[in-house]
């Protein structure tokens, strides 16, 4: 009886951990948001003045689309006004945040470049529909049952989003990458 029966085999080497996708996507991923936010870091100031546009644009967009149900709407800068309930759109609520995450995780994803170059764009306008969907539904909450605004504003939208960015993900996935 030799002295390696029963012993368990060594343990598989890093380069061998990192081959492994459970381990590699998830740090690809960190290492992309990483960038990421690097980037936007060292960029942010310089890209003020287009972050503001965004802020308006989005503001317009909301106000666009609820008028087209008939809501009477108004838009000064990036404040929006339904029915004398306003919220003032910022940076945080245009969906950047969810469409780097996004983003990332497209670029993480073992598919061919073309449908990198497919999924990124598409999903982003996906998550920015999804988000004008959103502000415009705060807005009618905000109005008709301002008590449940700061619920449906910090926890139920928050939530949504991640639920939002995983179903983006898994429906470029599912059209997009072909196994």
Do not use: K
Not at 4 to 23: C, D, K, T
Not at 71 to 82: E, F
Not at 96 to 112: K, Q, R, T
Not at 115 to 144: D, E
């Amino acid at each position: 009886m030799s002295g390696l029966e029963g012993a368990s085999p060594p343990p598989p080497s890093l380069r061998a951990r990192l081959a492994s996708p459970q381990l590699r996507y998830p740090l690809l991923v960190l290492l992309y948001l990483g960038i990421a936010g690097g980037l936007v870091s060292v960029f942010f100031e310089p890209l003020r003045p287009s972050l503001d546009a965004l802020e308006i644009f989005t503001a317009r967009t909301v106000s666009g689309f609820m008028s087209l149900f008939g809501a009477q709407m108004a838009t000064h800068g990036d404040l929006v006004t339904y029915d004398g309930f306003s919220v003032s759109i910022i940076i945080e609520c245009v969906g950047i945040l969810e469409m780097v995450i996004y983003s990332a995780c497209v670029l993480a994803f073992p598919a061919s470049a073309g449908a990198r170059a497919i999924g990124v764009p598409l999903g982003c306008a996906a998550i920015f529909a999804f988000n004008v969907l959103r502000i415009a539904t705060l807005l009618l909450v905000g109005r008709h049952w301002h008590a449940a605004f700061d619920f449906f504003h910090l926890y139920f939208w928050q939530a949504t989003l991640i639920a939002m960015i995983v179903g983006v993900l898994y429906g470029w996935i599912r059209i997009f990458v072909r196994r």
